[in-house]
């Protein structure tokens, strides 16, 4: 099973990105895709989950400015990250959990600076 994330970039305070990630190479849909960050000197952290049947969850900090969704094929996952914020900084995993197995996308950085 492959991953691939796409969209990082570097974006001003206040701005908005948009990260896709495309699972390939299963026959099963993932029953969970997420994505994780990780920030320089920090552990990798949950940013949002969202399920096959559309329940999500999201991290206390992103709450309100990010959206989890999936395509309609649910093989992929978006980030829409609105608001961002010095503190968004970091790489962005993309995370899919298909049967009892759980896999990672090589992840993109997304720098939020003036």
């Known amino acids: 099973v492959q991953l691939q994330a796409s969209g990082g970039g570097l974006v001003q305070p206040g701005g908005s990105l948009r990260l896709s990630c495309a699972a390939s190479?299963?026959?099963?849909?993932?029953?969970?895709m997420g994505w994780y960050r990780q920030a320089p000197g920090k552990q990798r952290e949950l940013v949002a989950g969202?399920?096959?049947?559309?329940?999500?969850n999201y991290a206390d900090s992103v709450k309100g400015r990010f959206t989890i969704s999936r395509g309609n094929t649910k093989n992929t996952v978006y980030l829409q990250m609105n608001s961002l914020k010095l503190d968004d900084t970091a790489v962005y995993y993309c995370?899919?959990?298909?049967?009892?197995?759980?896999?990672w996308g090589q992840g993109t950085l997304v720098t939020v600076s003036s």
């Open positions: 969202i399920t096959l049947v559309g329940a999500t």
């Open positions: 995370n899919a959990q298909i049967i009892n197995k759980e896999y």
């Open positions: 190479g299963s026959i099963f849909i993932p029953n969970v």
